[in-house]
């Protein structure tokens, strides 16, 4: 069992910056894999970013490729999403996930733990 707690999350105006973190407890094993994900009010759940759980090739969604950057520290057990350039319909609820395996099936269905997600909103 693997438990993420997610921080960072607040009110930001466009054009601003934030770095939501995610900390990870329990078995973490390096071939898991990482993934950010956001769901707007009435919007489906959608995938933002993953990077495997000890590094390497990212993915990003194209909305934000390009202005977010996700990253992992395994030795702190932590994860993260930097997000730059921020635009107003980036507003949503950021969840951090993971599953056990790497999949270049990005669907939020295919991630085996979440946390409880973080609220981001940005003004224009």
């Known amino acids: 069992q693997v438990q993420l707690v997610e921080s960072g999350g607040g009110l930001v105006q466009a054009g601003g910056s934030l770095r939501l973190s995610c900390a990870l407890s329990g078995r973490i094993f390096s071939n898991y894999h990482m993934g950010w994900f956001r769901q707007a009010p009435g919007k489906e759940r959608e995938f933002v970013a993953a990077?495997?759980?000890?590094?390497?090739?990212?993915y990003y969604a194209y909305s934000v490729k390009g202005r977010f950057t996700i990253s992992t520290d395994s030795s702190k057990s932590m994860a993260y999403l930097q997000m730059n350039s921020l635009k107003p319909e980036d507003t949503a609820v950021y969840y951090c996930a993971t599953r056990k395996y790497y999949s270049a099936n990005y669907q939020w269905q295919t991630f085996d733990y979440w946390g409880q997600g973080t609220q981001v909103t940005v003004s224009s």
């Open positions: 990077i495997p759980w000890s590094g390497g090739s990212t």
